[in-house]
């Protein structure tokens, strides 16, 4: 538990996240990028922030920029086939998985809420979202979305979110003096991209709400003018 809780803080702390990849490079950067986009435990990793991170390095020439954009879109291609396979072998039992400390049901099902609401595109949106980019392709696995109609999906996905947040870091990572403000640049990037899950939840429970208010009002058990 203690060790899980020292290496979230160590991927979740601007400089010690740039210190890792400078020091696993290409390697490390593919690993966490699979691991968050294709595998149910990585939900918790960093993926905007270390996107933007390793750009920021590349444009500050520690890091190949073509070489971010191959190897990882590579990476979350794989990674979200490997979501794919997962959602497709286990099936609808997967939603009846206990609660855990490396899961939690909730995040499957919300995942499965954006995919009813956006269909096939869900496998592009998501990139975008935490926690849903994880769980949205093993829902398109268990819902037997058809793997070639996946794939082009995963692909351009996959490419386009590798290539917006590297390339915004890339350019950050010219401007002088951009170290000084690193942390503030994970944060603003952290808060940007939980804004659509926020704004989804809000929309959620106000669909709730209203459902709620429009549901007819049961009966009472005394009929009228009987006497309790």
């Known amino acids: 538990m203690e060790l899980l809780k020292e290496a979230l803080a160590l991927l979740h702390d601007p400089e010690k996240l740039k210190a890792l990849i400078l020091w696993g490079s290409y390697p490390v950067l593919f690993a966490i990028v699979f691991s968050e986009t294709g595998l149910l435990i990585g939900f918790f990793l960093p993926g905007d922030s270390l996107?933007?991170?390793?750009?920021?390095?590349?444009?500050?020439?520690?890091?190949n920029l073509w070489h971010l954009f191959l190897l990882l879109s590579a990476a979350a291609i794989a990674?979200?086939?490997?979501?794919?396979?997962?959602?497709?072998?286990?099936?609808?039992?997967?939603?009846?998985?206990?609660?855990?400390?490396?899961?939690?049901?909730?995040?499957?099902a919300?995942?499965?809420?954006?995919?009813?609401?956006?269909?096939g595109?869900?496998?592009?949106?998501?990139?975008?979202?935490?926690?849903?980019r994880t769980f949205a392709p093993v829902v398109a696995g268990v819902g037997r979305m058809r793997y070639r109609r996946f794939l082009s999906f995963n692909v351009f996905g996959g490419i386009g979110w590798i290539?917006?947040?590297?390339?915004?870091?890339?350019?950050?990572?010219?401007?002088?003096?951009?170290?000084?403000?690193?942390?503030?640049?994970?944060?603003?990037?952290?808060?940007?991209?939980?804004?659509?899950?926020?704004?989804?939840?809000?929309?959620?429970?106000?669909?709730?709400?209203?459902?709620?208010?429009?549901?007819?009002?049961?009966?009472?058990?005394?009929?009228?003018?009987?006497?309790?």
């Open 163 to 228: 290539v917006a947040m590297s390339s915004a870091g890339y350019f950050l990572g010219r401007l002088p003096g951009v170290d000084r403000y690193l942390h503030l640049i994970i944060v603003l990037v952290i808060v940007i991209s939980v804004i659509p899950g926020v704004v989804e939840v809000l929309k959620e429970r106000r669909h709730h709400r209203r459902q709620a208010e429009a549901a007819p009002t049961p009966p009472s058990p005394h009929g009228e003018g009987e006497q309790a």
């Open 121 to 132: 595109k869900t496998i592009v949106l998501a990139r975008f979202v935490p926690i849903i």
């Open 51 to 63: 996107l933007v991170t390793a750009g920021i390095l590349a444009g500050q020439g520690y890091l």
């Open 110 to 119: 919300r995942a499965q809420r954006f995919y009813e609401k956006y269909g």
């Open 79 to 108: 990674g979200d086939s490997t979501g794919y396979a997962i959602g497709h072998k286990a099936g609808p039992m997967i939603f009846k998985r206990p609660k855990s400390l490396l899961f939690n049901p909730e995040h499957l």
